[in-house]
């Protein structure tokens, strides 16, 4: 670190100690990362451009989270959308897709899932 620390120096760049943490991954007993005379924050997990990645590579968190941002969704569009009697189906549906699957699938085109995790998405959907 004392060498990526130095390279920021030199381009003037500030490494935010607040905001950095470091994870190492999972089964590996590393010794502490220190910056600027500082031991940064070692963590199992942290989100990162609104996707939680964890240290021992699962998806089962990522997924219960886009999970839970799809039903908040879902249950906003409530009375505005679903209970409205003027919309047509086809209009709730276009709505639905949109608005529910958009959220329930954002960024899972990163991911490298397994069968138990597609089962967990189609079981949403």
């Known amino acids: ?29 590393a010794p502490p990362v220190i910056v600027n005379e500082h031991v940064m924050e070692t ?18 968190k990522e997924i219960q989270t886009c999970i839970g941002k799809a039903a908040t969704s879902f249950s906003c569009l409530r009375s505005r959308a679903w209970s409205n009697k003027y919309l047509t189906e086809r209009t709730k549906t276009r709505i639905y897709q949109c608005c529910v699957v958009s959220v329930l699938l954002y960024g899972s085109e990163a991911w490298s899932i397994y069968a138990r995790h597609e089962l967990s998405i189609i079981i949403t959907d």
Do not use: W
């Open 43 to 60: 963590v199992d997990q942290f989100t990162y451009l609104g996707s939680t990645i964890s240290s021992d590579l699962s998806l089962v």
């Open 1 to 29: 670190m004392d060498r990526f620390s130095a390279a920021c120096s030199e381009l003037a760049l500030i490494i935010n100690i607040k905001k950095t943490v470091v994870m190492h991954q999972a089964g590996s007993a």
